[in-house]
């Protein structure tokens, strides 16, 4: 084999990884604007998990979500994600630096915490679970997209109603229902602190099985909620 035909070969691989990136690109891009304003049918984290399950030999397991307008969320659901999660959301452009800053300074640079909802958006709608600086680096890249492309209001509602609150329990309709049998639109503020509460590790931590810990959690978020003033936020911020 010749040196030329050395290189050929060699080229093709780096040409069909070149191919597939831009391929992904695009569908990321083509994902952005199209869930501006259609409803999300699945996301990245969903189909993890149907893959995982499959794998596993779990045929009977469906990961899917259903789909709910801001309008069938209840409000103190949609303050409670951003008491429990992210409160300065109506204000940031998708990255909180304080936050950010904070969790270097304590961690000596790990990558754990501080992302909001915009991120955790990003990261469960186009990416996989884990932690490496290439997922977040696509991950920023992504959230400075649906930032740009989407209002605040788009990026709660896709949020709620693709985040995960159990096993196999995603968004904000299939977790009323499968928790408290009632439709998202009926949420108390007590069911949805209680929601948010397990939201750092919903495999850990049980909406129907709540820890002490979680109870804990649940009443601060009440107590967040109210000294962000209540659902006077949401409409102040057009939220909902």
């Not at 590790?201 to 709540?210: D, G, I, R, S, T």
Request: glycine share 8%; hydrophobic share 50%; charged share 20%.
């Amino acid at each position: 084999m010749n040196k030329f035909a050395g290189k050929g070969l060699l080229r093709k691989p780096f040409l069909w990884l070149k191919r597939a990136l831009i391929l992904l690109l695009c569908l990321w891009v083509a994902g952005i604007i199209l869930f501006s304003f259609l409803p999300v049918p699945f996301s990245a984290v969903m189909i993890e998990r149907q893959v995982s399950a499959w794998l596993t030999g779990d045929f009977g397991y469906v990961a899917h979500s259903d789909w709910v307008p801001m309008d069938e969320i209840s409000a103190p659901m949609a303050l409670a994600v951003m008491a429990s999660e992210d409160q300065k959301f109506p204000e940031h452009w998708g990255f909180d630096m304080e936050a950010i800053q904070s969790v270097l300074d304590k961690e000596g640079g790990k990558m754990r915490g501080a992302s909001t909802l915009s991120q955790q958006t990003a990261k469960n709608l186009f990416l996989w679970d884990g932690r490496s600086w290439v997922r977040k680096g696509l991950e920023a890249g992504l959230t400075v997209g649906i930032e740009t492309v989407w209002t605040k209001r788009r990026i709660l509602t896709v949020y709620l109603n693709i985040v995960e609150f159990g096993d196999g329990v995603f968004g904000v309709e299939q977790a009323a229902q499968h928790f408290f049998h009632k439709p998202a639109s009926r949420l108390t503020a007590s069911q949805a602190a209680l929601l948010a509460a397990v939201l750092p590790n919903p495999h850990l931590f049980k909406v129907n099985a709540p820890s002490a810990y979680v109870l804990r959690r649940q009443q601060w978020i009440l107590r967040q909620m109210s000294q962000l003033g209540g659902e006077s936020f949401l409409q102040e911020h057009k939220l909902h």
